[in-house]
Nanobody, 116 residues
């Protein structure tokens, strides 16, 4: 059974940092490209960052480039998102995601609130 469990969200002031984690199980994590998405209140879910299975390629949404860093540890079946210089517009629920055989798999998400 596929499971994606996110953690690390919370309340942080603008300019602060958070590190999100996603622990995966039930599939071959080391062979699977992974993504982070987020959804702000009243908005559609949007892509944040992705990382190839071996961690050798990464992509970022323009809105987070230079501030967020995606990484993974295949030995621990874990993916992370280091978020620095957070802005109020980064507020939202952050989801771990991958797609396999045209099926999307999502975690339950972790809430990030950037506010003074």
């Amino acid at each position: 059974q596929v499971q994606l469990v996110e953690s690390g969200g919370g309340l942080v002031q603008p300019g602060g940092s958070l590190r999100l984690s996603c622990v995966a199980s039930g599939f071959t994590f080391s062979s699977t490209g992974m993504n982070w998405y987020r959804q702000a209140p009243g908005k559609e879910r949007e892509f944040v960052a992705s990382i190839f299975s071996r961690g050798d390629r990464r992509k970022y949404a323009d809105s987070v480039k230079g501030r967020f860093t995606i990484s993974r540890d295949n030995a621990k079946n874990t993916m992370s998102l280091q978020m620095n210089s957070l802005k109020s517009e980064d507020t939202g629920r952050y989801f771990c995601h991958f797609q396999l055989d045209a099926t999307d798999y999502w975690g339950q998400g972790t809430q990030v609130i950037v506010s003074s």
